[in-house]
């Protein structure tokens, strides 16, 4: 499965390293999630985190395994248009400052973004929302735990089965101890080392071969990736924009620390986020142009970024790809499980099988659903089918159909159940049909813009207004 010319770590000193950050994150899990007893603790870190932490989970959680494995494989099927077009994500974190600023003025006792979409929309808007948002989670965890295991594989020779189970296990252990206090304790550590492990690859990169090298050899070998009109990659460019703005807008990820920060703090944090993730996929992307001007052969274009860091700076280059992607797949995948966990729990559990259950029993119950999230991504991982860009971008159409009723519901008084829910149909039934009969770079374009054409012309035709008091109505009122 693995590339083994960049076999350059060896099992037993993957191991070690695997070993030492696995104890590092459960450790330091446990240590900050001691304060995770109570429900709201568990789920939303007691509502009182400030700006630095916030700051810091929101950038950290964003740089996903798909950030910086994903980047470099655009780039390198793409070209420059497509490293771009992937840093366009950043937009996702920027867009949503004012919305989380708006989501915890309107709902203070909210924990997840399935609860707006009830109250706002009703009960069938609500069960569309939930299953497309379950659907995508999984699919985000899925395409995050195969690169994991690819990783592993790709540079120390472990099994991808066993590195991926590594991954999962080690995160649900920290989460299922300590919530989201864990989760963003964590994501602190980890936004650091990916940003300060990326600057010194891209460095010691630029030190063997410079930029004019990599224009000159792609330019000779693959002009049309230099080609300003290249029209897969401006479709690429467009499509993942909106892809970010849904992945962000609809997501219990986003959604449960706007809950859980601080009055005032929720939107300074996401612009800062927006900011400082934006360069992140650009020196990642960079590893992707890079490697045709090295001569280096990549079997699968999802794994050119520990090949091409290996093979150029040997052993070093391959323990610090190693530290950074292991730490970005560990900043996503905690999250992805505690605010799962927060969705099931509150939007399942409670709602149909434990309506009376109290603070206390929630919370347990809480914990038991991240292991069983945990488990079902893991056999999902197992079969290891496509690659990180066709797992990932199927979920696409569904994210993008949400933007414009999450949008309008926010601040569109108008804005209808009718088209809430047409939007979110006909979006992700038109977005997959691109998929299939065009491809993945234009699939969320198309999603989006059906939405958007839906929601609008349902809200100008609608004479009813919503009463946006009713968000802040008791939790237990629904």
Request: proline fraction near 3%.
């Amino acid at each position: 499965m693995s590339d083994r010319a960049g076999l350059l770590l060896g099992p037993e000193l993957g191991w070690m390293i695997l070993g030492a950050f696995s104890v590092l994150w459960v450790a330091l899990g446990l240590f900050w999630g001691r304060r995770a007893r109570s429900l709201d603790g568990f789920m939303v870190a007691g509502r009182n985190v400030g700006l630095a932490l916030g700051t810091a989970t929101a950038m950290a959680t964003w740089v996903t395994s798909n950030t910086t494995m994903l980047a470099p494989q655009i780039a390198l099927e793409l070209g420059v248009w497509g490293m771009l077009a992937y840093s366009t994500a950043s937009l996702g974190l920027l867009l949503f400052a004012p919305l989380a600023t708006r989501i915890r003025r309107l709902m203070p006792n909210g924990y997840t973004s399935a609860e707006f979409i009830e109250r706002r929309y009703g009960r069938t808007a609500w069960a569309i929302f939930v299953v497309l948002s379950l659907f995508y989670a999984l699919t985000w965890l899925v395409s995050m735990g195969m690169a994991g295991g690819l990783l592993i594989e790709a540079l120390t020779g472990i099994d991808y089965r066993l590195g991926m189970t590594v991954v999962l296990v080690v995160c649900v252990a920290y989460t299922v101890g300590g919530g989201l206090y864990a989760v963003i304790g964590t994501d602190f550590i980890q936004s650091i080392i990916v940003l300060v492990g990326l600057l010194t690859v891209g460095v010691l990169v630029l030190s063997e071969v410079s930029v004019s090298q990599v224009h000159a050899t792609v330019v000779e070998e693959r002009p049309m990736l230099m080609h300003v009109l290249f029209p897969a990659a401006l479709l690429a460019l467009f499509n993942n924009l909106l892809f970010g703005l849904g992945e962000v807008f609809h997501s219990n990820v986003w959604w449960s620390r706007a809950f859980a920060m601080r009055e005032g703090v929720g939107g300074r944090a996401y612009a800062l986020a927006g900011l400082f993730w934006w360069p992140v996929p650009v020196v990642a992307g960079f590893l992707g142009l890079a490697a045709p001007a090295l001569g280096i052969g990549v079997a699968r274009p999802d794994m050119v970024a520990p090949i091409v860091a290996g093979n150029l700076l040997g052993e070093v280059g391959a323990i610090l790809v190693f530290v950074v992607v292991f730490a970005s797949i560990a900043s996503s995948v905690d999250s992805l499980l505690a605010a799962t966990s927060d969705l099931l729990t509150k939007e399942l559990v409670q709602r149909f099988v434990l309506r009376q259950a109290d603070a206390d029993t929630l919370r347990k119950v809480a914990g038991w659903v991240v292991v069983g999230t945990g488990a079902l991504a893991w056999l999902l991982c197992l079969p290891m089918v496509g690659t990180l860009a066709t797992v990932l971008f199927f979920a696409g159409p569904m994210v993008a159909s949400m933007i414009w009723p999450i949008v309008a519901g926010l601040y569109w008084p108008r804005a209808t159940a009718t088209g809430a829910v047409a939007g979110m149909v006909s979006g992700t039934a038109v977005g997959l049909l691109v998929y299939v009969t065009v491809g993945w770079y234009v699939a969320s374009l198309a999603g989006a813009l059906v939405s958007a054409l839906v929601v609008i012309v349902t809200t100008l035709t609608s004479r009813t207004e919503f009463a946006f008091e009713r968000l802040a109505a008791p939790v237990t009122d629904r």
